[in-house]
């Protein structure tokens, strides 16, 4: 018997659902059963199988008697380990389930290899690969408050020159070359260019690394993604 963590019967609202309606909800194949063979059995302290191991350590005669309590997060953090361990191509394939296709972009091993570190679900990388090829149309709210001052303008058009005279700058190791000096030279703390260029080209504060972030769009497409901010004043009224 499996329990919700109330040690009641499991419902639907705490995950009983059929296995299509995970896959619909960006898990990954693996760590469903890997999650699944761990209720009510063990091997130790081992939490991750490969499907070898299963096979090879499974002994039904090992089952725990008592109930198995349902636990959320750890199938969450299963699913995060395996995202970050199969292939990217085999990423790609399962994104296209997700209508995410990027196996034609000549960044996607760069694109994978940044967002699958912070993602728990495919829905959750599909999310973020999105949230930094689609040009934003609206600007976080709170993020401009905070982040948008009086000179900052002054500062992206300043730095957006930076990146002009360097278009042949192609990896994030560039861009920080580039970027670290023109920080200490106009004497800024790294939040105070960083996150405006954040919400410039993702709309949000809540973004990876604006080297990763500015090497995968490239020169020219950043320059324009800041403009464009700029030019919409932010989304201020």
Not at 118 to 139: C, G
Not at 193 to 209: E, H, K, M, V, Y
Request: charged share 25%.
């Amino acid at each position: 018997m499996i329990n919700n963590p109330s040690g009641k019967k499991l419902s639907k609202r705490d995950g009983a659902m059929d296995v299509m309606e995970y896959k619909r909800l960006g898990f990954l194949p693996e760590a469903l059963l890997n999650f699944l063979v761990r209720l009510g059995w063990s091997n130790g302290d081992q939490e991750i199988f490969s499907i070898e191991e299963m096979l090879e350590l499974f002994d039904p005669h090992h089952i725990n008697k008592s109930a198995s309590a349902y636990n959320e997060e750890k199938l969450l953090w299963l699913n995060a380990h395996y995202i970050k361990n199969v292939s990217n191509e085999r990423l790609v394939t399962d994104l296209k389930f997700h209508s995410c296709e990027i196996h034609g972009h000549d960044k996607k091993e760069m694109i994978l290899d940044l967002c699958k570190e912070r993602a728990n679900t495919l829905l959750e990388l599909k999310n973020a690969i999105e949230n930094i090829l689609t040009t934003p149309t609206s600007y976080e709210n709170k993020g401009v408050k905070k982040f948008i001052k009086e000179d900052t303008v002054f500062m992206l058009e300043a730095y957006c020159k930076v990146l002009e005279e360097n278009k042949e700058l192609h990896t994030p190791v560039d861009i920080e070359a580039i970027t670290k000096p023109f920080i200490q030279t106009n004497e800024l703390k790294f939040p105070q260019l960083f996150q405006p260029i954040r919400i410039s080209l993702t709309g949000g504060t809540n973004a990876p690394s604006v080297y990763d972030i500015i090497a995968i769009l490239g020169v020219g497409e950043t320059i324009k993604r800041i403009k464009n901010a700029i030019n919409a004043n932010f989304g201020k009224e």
